[in-house]
C-alpha cells in the first residue's frame, strides 16, 4: 500500500495562487507516476497534471498549461502542483494519486491506470 496525502487546499480570488502539495509513503520505490486529478461540481474528475518520478517529465491538460506546474521532491516522496492565474472554472476537488504502471502517453492523464488516492483537498476560486 501507499498511502496519499493531499494538502494545501484553499479559498482564493480568480488570479491568484496556490500550491497544493501531495506526500506518499510505505512502498514509494515502486511509483512511476504521480498526478493530479480533479472533480468540478456536478462533473466527472479529469486529469490535470502529472509527473514520472524518475525522469521529471511533466504533463499537463490543455486547460492549465502554462498556469500549473507539477514538480516532485523525491528525498521527501511529496509533489507539488503551483497553480497560478486560477480562473473560477479551477473550482474543485483536487486528488493526488500514485502508480507503479508504465503508461502510454494517452494514458498518463487517464483515472485507471493510477492505483492509490488521496482523500483530496478542496479549491475554490470567486471571481
Known amino acids: 500500500q501507499v498511502p496519499v496525502v493531499e494538502s494545501g487546499g484553499g479559498s482564493v480570488q480568480a488570479g491568484g495562487s496556490l500550491r497544493l502539495s501531495c506526500a506518499v509513503s510505505g512502498n514509494t520505490y515502486s511509483i512511476n507516476y504521480m498526478g493530479w486529478f480533479r472533480q468540478p461540481p456536478g462533473e466527472e474528475r479529469e486529469g490535470v497534471a502529472a509527473?514520472?518520478?524518475?525522469?521529471?517529465?511533466?504533463y499537463y491538460a490543455d486547460s492549465v498549461k502554462g498556469r500549473f506546474t507539477i514538480s516532485r521532491d523525491n528525498a521527501k516522496n511529496t509533489v507539488h502542483l503551483q497553480m497560478n492565474s486560477l480562473k473560477p472554472e479551477d473550482t474543485g476537488m483536487y486528488y493526488c494519486a500514485a502508480t507503479p504502471a508504465r503508461m502510454t502517453f494517452g494514458q498518463i492523464l487517464r483515472e485507471w491506470p493510477y492505483n492509490y488516492w488521496g482523500q483530496g483537498t478542496q479549491v475554490a476560486v470567486s471571481s
Open positions: 509527473i514520472h518520478t524518475g525522469s521529471g517529465t511533466t
